[in-house]
Every structure is written in C-alpha cells, then in structure tokens.
C-alpha cells in the first residue's frame, strides 16, 4: 500500500482483518486488549512478590533446621543425666529402705526395753503401793501390766515374757494376792455396811480385769442397801401395828401407793448418786447392767407393796356387780381402792419410763460392736429367761409390770362393780325432780350418772393401762345402753299416761303444775311407817322431765366423749405434762428426761409413739360404741318429741276445722270483710302460741326446736292438702297469701332455727295464686328467672288450675310451657 508521502507500507493481515471488522467489534478488541495489559501487570507483581516471600522463609527454615540439630544434641544431654540420677535414687532408696529397716528395729528393741523396765517398775511399784496399803496405785500397776502383756501377745513377743519370768511371776502373784485382798475388803465392807469402804474397793475390780465382778458384787450391796431401806418403809407405811397414832393420823389415805412411790424415790436418788462414778470406774456398759440390777430389785419390792395391797383389800377387790356382798356395800370403800389402784398402776407406769429413759440415754453412747449391744442383738443375755429391749437394754417386760398387770385385772372388775352399783343407785334409788323449781327441767339422775362415768373414764386414763381405759370405755357403753336406757325408756312409758291425762284439759298448758299430775297414792311408791316415801319422787311421775333427761343424755354424751378424747391424747399422746406426784426434778434430770410421757424429741417419747399409736386406734374404737349409743338415744328422743306433739297438737287440730269449710272464691268486699273478720288464721295463731310457750316452759332448747320443727312440718303439710281442694279468686288468692306469711312470720319468730324453707312449697302456692294473669307465670318460669322451683311441673298447673279466674285455653298453653325444656 502506497502512503501519501510515497512511501509504501505492508499492511498486516491482522489490520486486514480489522479493517474488515465494523466499528463495535474494534471497540471491543481494544478494550480487551487493555485488560490483557492490566493483568500482564498483574501477574508480575504477584510473581515478584512470590519471590521475596519464598526467600525469606527460606532463610528462616534454615534457621530452625540449625536449631533442631542444637535440641536434639541437648535431649541426648538431658536423657543421659536423668539415666544416671535415676541409677543413683535407686541406689540410695535400697539404702534408706535397709536404714528405715534397722530404725523400726532399733525403736521396736527400745520400747521393749522400756516395757520391761516397766513391768519391773510394775512389779516394783505393786509390791511397794500394797506394803503401804495403797490398793488403788497397786491395781493401776497391774493393769499397766495386763495392758503390757496384752500387747506382747499380739505384737508376738511372747519370748520377752519368757525372758522376765522372775518379774511376770512376781506380777501374777501380786495380782492374785491383791484381787483375793479386794474381794476380801469388799466383803468386809458389805457386813459392815460400810459404804465408803464398798465404794473404794467396787472400783479396784476394773482395773484388774474384773468389772463384771465388781459391778455384779456392787448392784449385789446396792440392792442389799435398797431391800433395807424399803424393808423400813414397808413396815412403817403398811403395818398398822407397828405405827404410832401420830403417824397413823399423818398417814394419807393410800399408803400402798406412798410406799411405792418412796422405793422409787431411793431408786432415782441412786441412779443420782452413783451413775457418774459407776460410768467412770466400770464403763457406761456396766450402767446398764446396773440398772437392770435396779430394775430387778424394784421388781421385788414393788411386787411386794402390790401383794400386800392385794392382801389388805382382797374383800374389797373381789367384789362383783352380782354378789349379794357388793349389794348391800357402801360403794365409797371401792371407790377408795379404785382410787389407789390407778395411783398404783400410774407410779409403776412412771417409773417404768423413768428408768428406761436413763438406760436409752447410756446406751446411746455405746458402741454397736460392743460386747453388751452384741449380746443385746443376739439375746445371750436372756439365759435367765428375760428378754432385753434393743432399744434401753432392760428387761420388755419386767416383773413389776406383769405383776401391776395382773392386778389391773382386779381393777377393770371392780371398776365395773362400782359403776354399775354408783349408776343403778343414781337410777333407783336417789332421782328427783325439783318439783317446786320450773327451771330445773331434768330429774337429778342425768348429772349423777354422767359425773360418775366421767369419774370412772378419768381415773383409767390416771392409770396409764391403755388396755384398762378401753376396758371401762366399754363398761360405760355397756352401762349407758342397757341401765341407762332402759330406766329412760321406762320413765317414758310410766309417765305418758299422767302428762296425757293432764294435758288433755288446755287450760292446763298455760298453767302448768307437774305435781298435779302424781296421782294421790302412787303404785310404784315405797312408804315407811308414817306414811311417807322412802325416797323421792323422780322423773317416772313427769314426762317432761323424762323427755328432758333424754336429750341431757344425748348431749352429755358427747361431751363425754370430747373429754375423754382430750384427756386421753393429754397422758397417752406424748404431752410434756408431768404425771401428779412425778419423780422430782433432780430426779428426772439425773435420768436425763424422765416424765410422764417424755419431752417432745425425747427418747422416751420416741420409743412410745407406735405403742401409743396403736393405743390410740383401740381407745378410738372403743369410742365409737359411745356414739353408738348416743345416736340410740336421738333416735329415742326423736320418737319422744313424736310422742309429745300428738299428745299436744289435738288442741290445734279443732281451729283447723273452719279452713275447711272457708270459701276462697270471694269477690273485693268479702275480701274486705276477711280483713276485719279474721275467719280463721288469727284464732290458730292464738292456739298454737299456747301450745309454743307450754313447749318452751317445760322442754329444753333443743327439745322445744324438735317439737316445732315437725308441728311445723305437719301444719304446712295439712295447708299444702287443704290449699289443693279449694277455688280461688284473685280476692281469696291475696287471702291465702295473706295468712301463709302471717304463719310463717310467727313460726320463724318463735323458733331458733330457720324454718323458711319448711313453707317453701306453701309459699310458692300462695305466689302462683296472686298471679293477676298468666302471661306473668311464663316470666316466672323461664331460665333467666333464677328461680328453684319445689313444686313439680305437675303441681305447678294443678295449683293455676284453682283459680277460676283464668282461662281454660289460656291453662293449656301454659301446660305446654311447663313442658318445654325449662321443666326438664
């Protein structure tokens, strides 16, 4: 190609190709060719960089590599010194072993040379303590020595005692001699009585291995000291002949139970006096065997004291409800024995808890390995045929237990015998009725029963014998339900016929005179010579009074039953109240708690609670033949307040009459003359207050309610028939209604209790009735009312249907209403 200047230039095949191309495809390689250009540039700045990185590293990782070469040459440094310190420990530890070896040794040769020279200073010291009379240093040397050979026995150095025979002789004949000379002073000191000698020599036995000896030969001498000392009350508090008149005079009426208390005292001032010594000098261990010492020798004396009670008052005790004896016996001799028996039974009861508590305390603390909880575990300790409580070590059931046990028999018998004699007297023979007093509505019979059957629960709760409480809880049943019941039953049956006879006239019930119901020459009435009753007249001659007692009974009864609920949870529940006559304080606090029951938290309360548990369950039941008999007698005293309104109600019956015959279909002025006029409600207000405050004068609150409740029913129950066999008017509607309110203010007036509800369906009546028309009743009769309707669907339409003022269609479709869903 040929330039301008004449040049020529080739042209390139790409420029041809280019020049072939269109404008848009030129652009576009251009700007192509420019991104080329970029990352060309790119790539050699990454690559330069590259470069120098590699370099750098590279001359790190030779450095490490130099590095490496100096650690592995100053492990192999490392490596080779911890080789050699261990070849040197190892050497030196075999050393130290054989040192240790010879060390152990060497102290082992000393301590036996040091033992040695101890059993020669035993040896020494026993012959030098017992030349001088110094027992207590001479027993502390031989139990240095027993401690000794004890442990050359068990280390297996038998051979040391071999080689000191000379000294072993020396010390087995020195405690020989001093053993044989302890027993001897301590014999001494027994027929001496001397206590302090018994005291110093008691405890010499420990260390010489003998405590079990000394602690049997101490409660032996304390026992011999006990048997003494009650031996001398016993005769001065129960042998009449050898008491002076000053002490007899002094003397309280229950000498039995005053010298059982005074053996317990001495008991607990010896657990006081000796305890401490005893735990310190024989071990808490041999405590326990010396209160079981104790217990034995209470067992002694205190079935002593029982038998003698036994033997003074066996006429007395063996005394039945139906020997001709007890029937012609003042029952105040019984009463008197009853009366120590249960103090008998509740010491023993006490005592029994007191010396428990101190031995539960002991045995606390002592280890369960032991040798005396091992043998309390196994029963060895049972070889005399008593068995031992895990619990307190002592015997389950000593011998004064089962002996009072026994004698509680006597108890529940004659408890019995007197009950029944007390009541069938109060019954009988001294029943009364205040005639002159008309606030005395019950005869004297009802409080004398019930003080003596509280009397009689009370004292076997005192007891502490669950098994004698429920024993009498059932005499009072069996008493209240036969006796008591049937005199009740025959009191009504023998005066009904006076109170009829008397009430038929109804000027009598506004003036009321219960003495003119006696007939002059009562059948049933004993006289004496001169003509007067032998005794008084009781409720047999009134049924007022009659009726009265029964519901006294009933409501007697179950305050009975609340308190002997409470004063039995009082002694039996686990109260912190002591018992009267407890221990004395220093007394419990020497047997750490003794009481009645326990303290709360306290062991003895602890070990009660499943027996006292399951004597609540019995008591409990037992009580539940109370409240059987107390709904008999309801049941009873409901059929007698029965009884009492038919006998009243034939003076209300007459002033029913005219409502039978009144005429409720009335027009506007016959209803105005009714408002002047009353034709009926006003006359049997009138009687039927009369009736009301004859009620009220001479029956109790209770039986006044029960009589008016049921006139109450009866009355609207007599309105309720009436009421369905009469035509109404609107006039006479408003009548009835009128007389239905005044009724019922009256008798809600008179009564303490609400009677509302017993003219619900009579109120309802009179409601539907005053209806002016009945599109009113649907208002009543639907859900949105609220209303609770008594009267059936049925009734509802039998009662519109008496007004003869709406009509017949207008009634049926109310009777449609009435069965749609709102009677449903």
């Given at each position: 190609m040929e330039t301008a200047n004449g040049t020529s230039e080739v042209v390139g095949p790409s420029d041809a190709a280019g020049a072939s191309l269109d404008r848009p495809s030129a652009a576009r390689l251009l700007e192509l060719k420019e991104r080329e250009k970029e990352l060309t540039s790119t790539l050699s700045d990454l690559h330069a960089k590259a470069l120098t990185l590699v370099q750098s590293h590279l001359t790190g990782l030779y450095d490490v590599t130099e590095q490496q070469k100096v650690f592995q040459r100053d492990a192999q440094q490392l490596q080779a010194t911890l080789q050699f310190v261990h070849e040197t420990s190892e050497k030196?530890?075999?050393?130290?072993?054989?040192?240790?070896?010879?060390?152990?040794?060497?102290?082992?040769?000393?301590?036996?040379?040091e033992d040695l020279l101890d059993l020669k200073n035993c040896a020494e010291g026993v012959e030098s303590a017992m030349g001088r009379g110094d027992y207590e240093t001479a027993a502390k040397h031989i139990a240095k020595y027993r401690s000794l050979a004890q442990q050359f026995r068990q280390g297996g150095d038998a051979s040391a005692l071999e080689d000191s025979s000379a000294v072993l002789?020396?010390?087995?004949?020195?405690?020989?001699?001093?053993?044989?000379?302890?027993?001897?002073?301590?014999?001494?000191?027994?027929?001496?009585?001397?206590?302090?000698?018994?005291?110093?020599?008691?405890?010499?036995?420990?260390?010489?291995g003998l405590e079990r000896e000394g602690i049997n030969r101490y409660i032996t001498f304390i026992?011999?000291?006990?048997s003494d000392q009650a031996s001398i009350e016993f005769k001065t508090l129960l042998d009449p002949f050898g008491k002076s008149k000053e002490l007899r005079a002094q003397q309280s009426g229950q000498p039995h139970a005053e010298c059982l208390m005074k053996v317990f005292i001495l008991i607990a001032d010896i657990i006081q006096e000796h305890q401490q010594n005893i735990e310190e000098e024989f071990g808490s261990e041999n405590f326990i065997l010396f209160l079981r010492g104790l217990q034995e020798e209470a067992d002694v004396q205190g079935t002593k004291v029982l038998d003698k009670f036994v033997q003074n008052k066996a006429s007395v005790l063996r005394l039945k409800a139906d020997d001709a004896a007890s029937s012609t016996m003042d029952v105040r001799p019984m009463d008197l024995v009853l009366e120590e028996l249960a103090l008998l039974s509740q010491r023993c009861q006490q005592f029994d808890r007191y010396l428990r508590d101190c031995s539960h305390n002991v045995l606390d603390t002592l280890n369960p390995q032991s040798n005396l909880m091992k043998e309390i575990r196994d029963g060895t300790t049972s070889g005399s045929g008593r068995q031992f409580s895990e619990d307190d070590g002592l015997a389950v059931l000593s011998g004064l237990t089962k002996r009072m046990q026994e004698v509680m028999n006597f108890y529940v018998s004659l408890e019995q015998t007197f009950m029944i004699k007390s009541v069938r007297f109060a019954l009988h023979e001294?029943?009364?009725?205040?005639?002159?007093?008309?606030?005395?509505?019950?005869?004297?019979?009802?409080?004398?029963?019930?003080?003596?059957?509280?009397?009689?629960?009370?004292?076997?709760?005192?007891s502490g014998d669950v098994f004698a409480v429920c024993a009498v809880v059932n005499h009072v049943t069996a008493t209240l339900s036969t006796d008591v019941k049937a005199v009740l039953q025959e009191n009504l049956q023998e005066s009904k016929r006076l109170y009829q006879q008397y009430t038929s006239d109804v000027s009598h019930l506004t003036a009321f005179d219960a003495k003119e119901m006696i007939p002059p020459d009562p059948p049933m009435v004993k006289k004496d010579q001169a003509g007067q009753p032998i005794k008084p007249l009781g409720a047999a001659y009134s049924w007022t009074h009659s009726v009265n007692n029964l519901q006294a009974c009933c409501e007697y009864l179950e305050r009975l039953k609340g308190q002997c609920e409470a004063e039995f949870d009082e002694i039996f529940g686990g109260a912190t109240r002591p018992v009267e006559g407890e221990l004395s304080p220093a007394h419990a606090a020497a047997g750490a708690g003794a009481g009645a029951g326990g303290g709360v938290g306290s062991p003895g309360k602890r070990r009660a609670d499943s027996s006292s548990n399951s004597g609540k369950v019995m008591f409990h039941h037992c009580l539940q033949g109370l409240e059987s008999v107390k709904a008999d007698l309801e049941s009873l005293h409901q059929k007698a307040a029965t009884v009492t309104l038919n006998m009243l109600k034939v003076h209300l019956s007459p002033m029913l009459l005219p409502l039978d015959s009144l005429d409720f279909n009335i027009s506007q002025t016959e209803y105005a003359d009714f408002q002047v006029n009353d034709p009926f409600m006003k006359g049997f207000l009138?009687?039927?207050?009369?009736?009301?405050?004859?009620?009220?004068?001479?029956?109790?609150?209770?039986?006044?309610?029960?009589?008016?409740?049921?006139?109450?029913?009866?009355?609207c129950k007599r309105l309720e028939a009436?009421?369905?066999?009469?035509?109404?008017s609107l006039f006479g509607a408003l009548q009835l209604d009128q007389d239905i309110r005044s009724l019922m203010?009256?008798?809600?007036?008179?009564?303490?209790?609400?009677?509302?509800?017993?003219?619900?369906?009579?109120?309802?009546?009179?409601?539907?009735?005053?209806?002016?028309?009945?599109?009113?009743?649907?208002?009543?009769?639907?859900?949105?009312s609220g209303r609770s309707w008594r009267l059936s669907p049925d009734e509802i339409y039998q009662v519109l249907s008496l007004r003869v003022d709406f009509p017949p269609r207008e009634l049926s479709k109310i009777q449609v209403v009435l069965v749609g869903p709102a009677a449903m």
């Open positions: 030196l530890s075999s050393r130290v072993r054989r040192l240790d070896t010879v060390r152990s040794r060497i102290e082992a040769a000393l301590q036996l040379v002789q020396s010390l087995k004949a020195s405690e020989k001699a001093l053993t044989q000379m302890v027993r001897d002073q301590f014999d001494k000191a027994i027929t001496n009585r001397d206590k302090t000698g018994v005291s110093r020599y008691a405890k010499l036995f420990y260390p010489l026992r011999s000291f006990l001294s029943d009364e009725v205040a005639w002159d007093d008309p606030d005395q509505m019950t005869s004297t019979f009802v409080d004398d029963v019930f003080f003596i059957l509280r009397k009689c629960i009370t004292r076997g709760i005192s009138q009687q039927l207050d009369v009736i009301h405050q004859h009620v009220q004068r001479q029956y109790t609150p209770p039986t006044v309610s029960l009589i008016m409740a049921s006139l109450v029913d009866q009355i009436l009421v369905l066999a009469k035509q109404f203010a009256y008798c809600t007036a008179i009564s303490d209790q609400s009677i509302r509800h017993k003219f619900g369906r009579l109120s309802e009546m009179g409601s539907l009735l005053n209806l002016e028309t009945l599109a009113e009743f649907e208002d009543l009769w639907s859900p949105s």
